[in-house]
């Protein structure tokens, strides 16, 4: 069956600029959540999105945004970008225990 | 605050030896435990986890042990294979939290050396 599918895979995009990451998680999983790598950092939660709702939230600031479709796509915003906003952004979905939790590809954001 | 600590930034490993990866945590609420292997380019892939109310689990090659009283747990790979090269992530959650949120260590590089 087909994974989670993270689109694009590459972005490079300006400060000040915003950006539209996209996530398909896999068919029949509803939670789909988000997740920032940095190198000095690691893998930071974003948010949670479970049928269309947002569960629960990372400690990052507003301009990090997202949202859930009906067919449980979900897309994540950054607006007003700063070079700091550079990282990986996993996506990764969940059959509905921690171990159905399937990770992206990601996309890598490059703020410039 | 870390709750997810891997002090160990990285782990050089003779192929077919043991390599062991540490894992501290300070959140006393943390039930469930799991470890990610991750290539470059790649997402994170699950590997193994364990519950609170076990101190080890076991899968081929792999094995998880914690030991709650001291919040710590270890990922064993034995033997270790060229393979096993990439970056190793301890991750913790609670069953109360409602949401699947994962808190992740900062990750451990393991390099097998042929």
């Known amino acids: 069956k087909a994974g989670v599918t993270q689109t694009p895979r590459y972005l490079i995009k300006t400060r000040g600029q915003q950006v539209t990451l996209s996530c398909s998680p896999i068919?029949?999983?509803?939670?789909v959540s988000w997740y920032q790598q940095t190198p000095g950092q690691g893998l930071q939660f974003l948010f949670e999105?479970?049928?269309?709702?947002?569960?629960n939230k990372g400690n990052f600031p507003g301009r990090f945004s997202g949202r859930q479709f009906s067919n449980s796509r979900s897309e994540m915003n950054v607006s007003t970008l700063e070079l700091g906003d550079s990282a990986l952004y996993l996506c990764?979905?969940?059959?509905?225990?921690?171990?159905?939790?399937?990770f992206g590809s990601g996309t890598r954001l490059t703020v410039v | 605050d870390q709750q997810v600590k891997q002090n160990s930034p990285s782990l050089s490993v003779q192929e077919g030896r043991i390599s062991i990866l540490n894992c501290d945590y300070t959140?006393?609420?943390?039930?469930?435990f799991l470890w990610y292997k991750k290539y470059p380019a790649e997402g994170p892939t699950f590997l193994i986890s364990i519950s609170s109310i076990k101190d080890k689990n076991e899968d081929g090659r792999f094995t998880v042990f914690l030991n709650k009283s001291a919040k710590h747990l270890s990922l064993h790979i034995v033997p270790s294979q060229p393979g096993d090269s990439a970056v190793y992530f301890c991750a913790a959650t609670y069953s109360g939290a409602g949401s699947y949120q994962l808190t992740f260590g900062k990750g451990t590089k393991l390099s097998v050396i042929p």
């Open positions: 068919s029949g999983h509803r939670s």
């Open positions: 990764a979905s969940s059959s509905g225990t921690e171990d159905g939790y399937t």
């Open positions: 999105y479970f049928s269309e709702t947002q569960r």
């Open positions: 959140n006393s609420m943390f039930d469930y």
